[in-house]
């Protein structure tokens, strides 16, 4: 088993804001000649390829169109019962860093898959499936996002040996989440790590919109224009998190989900070959 102390958690929350104003800092340098070139070398290979692969799973209200919403919970419910083991980390290092004043920072991220057997109980608790369910639902019902990858530095972060046996399930507000703070930075080899669940698309209802422009000013992605017509849905850019059809005052967006079933196999599929949960 690694060794973490509990100082680590605050710790971390200290350092952490480093990484969405790195992703700043980047996105500002690519104008300049070399440096540009240069910073993007050193961060792009965090944020791509093997080392991020994820999906937001929205469900609860944001899933309820088509009758989806208990079925997207059971995308991340079926890979919680299907985990040889699993902890729940004591903070969610986002929140804490921010000094989150809409969600509780205790609502830690879920870890699944046999390398969670290395993570030391200073820092997260080994929990049983049941136990992870009910922690996920209680997130889910404060408005929480699951997000569910690869995130190849939690191997360093939680000090488990880098086998691609840790699969993270984050829990993420729009306030505080490191990725919704950053991704409108982030350039594309970066952003297209994170998918979109297959099938999951959002449908505007224009009869219902007040054409408030709620959802295109809290878009992570800048992926909604607000047009005299309503929403205008960058389907390049929509990572489907959701966050547009909770807030939405007029229930004039739903996050459809066409077959959740075939949804949680690609997304089985997808990041199987990076982190194994049995």
């Known amino acids: ?13 200290k350092l952490w804001p480093a990484t969405w104003k790195g992703a700043r800092l980047v996105h500002r340098l ?18 791509s390829s093997e080392n991020l692969n994820v999906s937001y799973v929205p469900i609860g209200e944001a899933a309820s169109g088509g009758g989806s919403s208990l079925l997207t919970r059971e995308i991340v419910a079926s890979l919680v019962r299907a ?26 991220c879920i870890q699944l898959g046999e390398g969670t057997r290395q993570i030391d109980p200073r820092i997260a608790r080994h929990v049983s499936v049941e136990e992870c369910l009910e922690h996920l639902d209680r997130a889910v019902a404060e408005g929480l996002i699951p997000m569910v990858g ?55 209802e224009p009869a219902l919109c007040s054409g408030c422009g709620a ?48 949804a949680a196999a690609e997304l089985v599929e997808r990041v199987r070959g990076l982190a194994r949960v049995d």
């Open 1 to 13: 088993m690694s060794r973490r102390p509990e100082l680590w958690l605050p710790v971390l929350a």
């Open 30 to 47: 690519a104008r300049v000649p070399l440096l540009g070139g240069l910073a993007r070398r050193v961060a792009l290979p965090m944020f």
């Open 83 to 108: 985990s040889s083991h699993r902890v729940i980390i004591g903070k969610c290092t986002c929140r804490d860093a921010k000094g989150c004043a809409n969600h509780p920072a205790d609502y830690g």
């Open 150 to 204: 690869r995130v190849r530095i939690d191997d360093l972060l939680w000090g488990v040996k880098p086998e691609g046996r840790l699969l993270a399930v984050c829990l993420c507000c729009r306030c505080c989440c490191t990725i919704m703070n950053s991704g409108k930075y982030w350039p594309k080899e970066a952003a297209d790590s994170i998918h979109r669940l297959a099938g999951l698309r959002v449908v505007h």
């Open 215 to 262: 959802c295109a000013a809290e878009c992570f992605m800048k992926a909604i224009a607000n047009t005299e017509a309503g929403p205008c849905i960058d389907e390049s850019r929509c990572k489907g998190c959701g966050r547009c059809v909770a807030l939405c005052p007029k229930g004039a967006l739903k996050a459809v989900c066409e077959d959740p079933e075939a």
